[in-house]
């Protein structure tokens, strides 16, 4: 590599250095003898400003276009680090007129950029966010490395559909013989995949509680998929699902303080990398003291279900709404709100019976402003009678084969990757979390 990254030049290098940069011209102003063109190479939310003396500007050089730039490191007037270039070679032009969709002079709201998911990366907007979520994965992996925890993978094509509520993407191969021999025959397809029906997975957290009964705290980070018809600003078809298991956990409060920890620790830590994207994505949220400090708040179902009420929000529906959600963390002014001791009847099959109310389990919600539910989580059933029981499917008998050979009582959490960035960033559209989105009807590019 002959050319510097530009996050380096800013940070790392003094006036005089001679220096090569390369990236994309993000903005240009033309004056009497100079030109001002401002560089982008997506390495870090700044740009560097270059000043080209008026003879090296060729007209393919506009904005839009990218460039290697050779110069000398200088002090602006207001004391910022500049590049005075003394060769400036256009690699790729950029004719706006030919559609090219950004103007450095107007701000684009995130609905408009969204048009163009292959070209979005050239804006501010995207590409801070995506400094943001590389920053944030790192501090996740640094946070449960720091903590002992083995990250697992966990498989993408399973049989389970592990939270039970239908929304499996279904698997299957188009060229395989012994199933078009078996449909000529009219056999319905998914009894002949391999033997058994096939999806995409939900969650990891099956397999990722097997791991954790022979080594211990485990964690995974990967994709997800849910075929749940919603087209609205927090669902996605496929995000990204980061899922933990406490080992030895005997109780919801180990698990509050797991979640509570971790969210603190990913804020703090990405607000010291990467405080200039944050700026970029909402200047108020950069600057907005965080609800990030305040201890979370707790509440059970039934309690959250009565303040909702007084609020003249409950409607006679089961379960808690977004709307209501949002009116819960708003109650607790805005700090997280962990709703806890779920009916029975509510959730999933494998989690934990309260001890106390057999109508109850031992699961929390973690909701949040901007997206509502950030994670969901629960102590686990361990009693093999009772789990017995609420097995869905006789496909997973392994799981409950796991409550026999020296089982452990264990918990965990699933939080969704692409909320905690909205929470964090407060960036109000999924869509502009992860680079190329997938939303129903929505995967042509
Ligand atoms: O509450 P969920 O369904 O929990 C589970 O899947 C558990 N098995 C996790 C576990 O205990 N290991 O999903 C967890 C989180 C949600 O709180 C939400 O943040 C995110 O995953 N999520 C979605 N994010 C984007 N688009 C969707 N369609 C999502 N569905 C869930
Ligand atoms: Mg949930």
């Known amino acids: 590599r002959n ?19 390369k ?20 390495t870090c939310a700044k740009k560097l400003q270059t000043v080209i003396p008026k003879h090296l500007k060729t007209d393919a050089l506009t904005y839009g276009s990218s460039v290697h730039i050779t110069g000398t490191l200088s002090k602006s007037p207001k004391g910022q680090i500049e590049l005075v270039a003394e060769s400036v070679r256009v690699l790729g032009s950029c004719v706006v007129l030919d559609g090219y969709p950004f103007n450095p002079r107007t701000t684009h709201p995130p609905e408009y950029i969204r048009q163009y998911l292959h070209l979005r990366s050239r804006t501010n907007y995207i590409s801070a966010i995506l400094r943001v979520r590389h920053a944030v994965t790192k501090h996740i992996h640094d946070f449960f490395a720091s903590r002992n925890y083995i990250n697992i993978n966990t498989p993408i094509l399973t049989s389970n559909d592990c939270e039970g509520a239908g929304e499996v993407f279904k698997v299957q191969p188009d060229n395989d ?7 000529q025959e009219g056999r319905d397809r998914d009894s002949v995949y391999f033997g058994s029906k096939t999806f995409l997975t939900v969650s990891g957290q099956l397999h990722l509680e097997a791991i954790c009964r022979g080594m211990g705290n485990v964690y995974t980070l990967g994709p997800t998929f849910r075929a749940e018809n919603s087209r609205s600003r927090l669902h996605l ?9 406490l080992a030895f956990c005997e109780s919801l409060d180990q698990l509050k303080f797991s979640i509570e920890d971790l969210m603190k ?29 305040k201890e979370f708040v707790t509440m059970s179902y039934n309690e959250a279900k009565e303040i909702l009420k007084k609020k003249n929000i409950a409607d006679t529906e089961e379960g808690i709404n977004k709307e209501q959600e949002l009116a819960l963390v708003d109650h607790c002014n805005g700090i997280p709100v962990f709703v806890v001791r779920w009916p029975k009847d509510m959730k999933s099959f494998y989690m934990k019976e309260c001890e106390d109310d057999s109508s109850k389990v031992d699961a929390l919600d973690l909701l949040g402003p901007v997206t509502g539910e950030i994670v969901g989580g629960s102590l686990r059933e361990d009693n093999y009678e009772k789990l017995k029981l609420k097995l869905p499917s006789e496909k997973l008998n392994w799981y409950l084969e796991l409550r026999k050979f020296g089982n452990i009582p264990t918990g965990g959490f699933g939080l969704g990757l692409e909320r905690l960035l909205q929470v964090m960033c407060g960036v109000p559209n999924i869509k502009d979390t992860l680079p190329f989105p997938r939303w129903p009807h929505n995967c042509d590019m």
């Open 23 to 42: 990236g994309w011209v993000r903005n240009l102003r033309v004056q009497k003898e100079l030109v001002f063109a401002d560089v982008s190479d997506g």
């Open 177 to 183: 013989e012994t199933v078009k021999a078996m449909m």
């Open 265 to 293: 620790y990913v804020f703090a830590k990405t607000r010291d990398t990467n405080e200039a994207d944050l700026f970029l994505i909402d200047k108020d949220k950069a600057k907005t003291p965080s609800w990030i400090d």
């Open 3 to 21: 050319f510097s990254a530009i996050a380096n030049v800013l940070e790392k290098s003094n006036v005089g250095d001679s220096t090569e940069i």
């Open 237 to 245: 078809s496929e995000f990204y699902m980061l899922e933990a298991e």
